[in-house]
């Protein structure tokens, strides 16, 4: 090696047999690097770190029928996976506006979508929640929407970043925010609940079965990751078997989620104003992830119809078929309603 070559750098050494820190424990998490592991994760069934598989996209654009000129509202943006399926439909003349809460992830979605070749005349993202979609559409365009999509629930690249907050996998700060500039983290919200007040949270935001016993181990507690959150949850359910603890650990970060997030509240917003959103003859699909979001739709969609704010609801909910839920398992929670608006 001459003098002025510069060294090679030698790659991280790990203590232990594997990294433990996701950014390098997780090579899927950087595609372009790494290919092969990327396809390699995705043939086993599971969802590459860091990244987030649409689900049910066949059936939501079935659902949806974009067509050329269409306005297209993603009220839950993410990964822009479904985002990205509907925006070729659209062309010529429609546009699609994405909008998501996440300030670190939107801006990521925003350059892939740009880079497959959509721009600001087909493109638009704003970081907002759903519940703020009157105010935009009113802001960029002069017609309604005849599209409008709600994937709810947290992206894989939020839940597999132990950053956020989110993962139940590995340790992290007890956080659980969408936006980590707006209203505060879990680790502030349980110093600040007591018993009552937690174990109302924990059945409404979960159906947690063991709500009041949770509630009077947590409430108070000053829990800083995501680690001690769910190892005190087993530990206060020490004689129930491992399965039902494991149960109870995601139940208990999926209410404190929801709370931190007025995810529910949110929601309760977009569907009261859905119906005055969408054009004539305009068509919505919801995708929910658990019961008390999906009682929520049902509920908005079976109101709208009675009262002729909606010509036509889904009878029923659609689910992710077995080849996807066998390809993604994240899926299987899935269901899917839609409604159609009036025509006049």
């Known amino acids: 090696m001459s003098e002025d ?43 590459p770190a860091g990244a987030h598989r649409p689900i049910m996209v066949a059936e939501i654009l079935e659902v949806l029928r974009p067509a050329p000129g269409d306005l297209a509202v993603d009220c839950t943006l993410g990964f822009g996976g479904h985002a990205l ?40 993202a704003f970081r907002c929640n759903f519940a703020g979609i009157a105010a935009v559409v009113a802001k960029t365009e002069g017609r309604a929407p005849k599209i409008i999509l709600a994937d709810l629930g947290v992206s894989s690249m939020q839940i597999d970043n132990p950053a956020r907050g989110f993962s139940l996998k590995h340790d992290g700060p007890l956080d659980m925010r969408m936006n980590p500039n707006k209203g505060l983290p879990v680790s502030e919200v349980l110093p600040r609940s007591n018993a009552d007040e937690l174990k109302a949270l924990l059945e409404e935001n979960a159906d947690e079965p063991f709500a009041e016993r949770l509630a009077n181990a947590l409430a108070g507690r000053r829990l800083k990751s995501t680690l001690e959150l769910a190892n005190a949850v087993r530990q206060c359910l020490s004689d129930r078997p491992a399965d039902a603890r494991e149960l109870s650990v995601r139940r208990v970060f999926q209410a404190l989620r929801i709370h931190v997030n007025d995810e529910f509240q949110v929601l309760d917003t977009l569907l009261k104003a859905l119906p005055g959103q969408l054009a004539p003859g305009g068509r919505a699909a919801i ?58």
């Not at 790659?11 to 950087?30: L, Q, T």
């Not at 909008?99 to 087909?122: K, S």
């Open 287 to 344: 995708l929910t992830f658990h019961s008390g979001e999906d009682r929520r739709v049902k509920k908005a969609f079976e109101t709208g119809l009675k009262q002729g704010d909606y010509s036509e609801i889904s009878d029923g909910v659609i689910r992710a078929g077995e080849a996807e839920q066998r390809a993604n398992t994240r899926s299987k929670s899935a269901k899917l309603r839609w409604a159609v608006a009036r025509t006049s």
């Open 5 to 47: 070559a510069e060294p090679r750098r030698r790659r991280p050494r790990y203590s232990g047999p594997n990294p433990r820190h996701f950014a390098h424990k997780y090579k899927e998490a950087d595609p372009s690097k790494y290919p092969e592991t990327f396809q390699k994760v995705l043939a086993s069934g599971k969802t």
């Open 85 to 124: 399926q509907i925006l070729p439909s659209l062309l010529p003349g429609g546009r699609l506006i994405g909008l998501d809460a996440d300030p670190f992830e939107l801006p990521r979605t925003e350059q892939r979508i740009r880079e497959a070749g959509f721009g600001e005349d087909v493109f638009l």
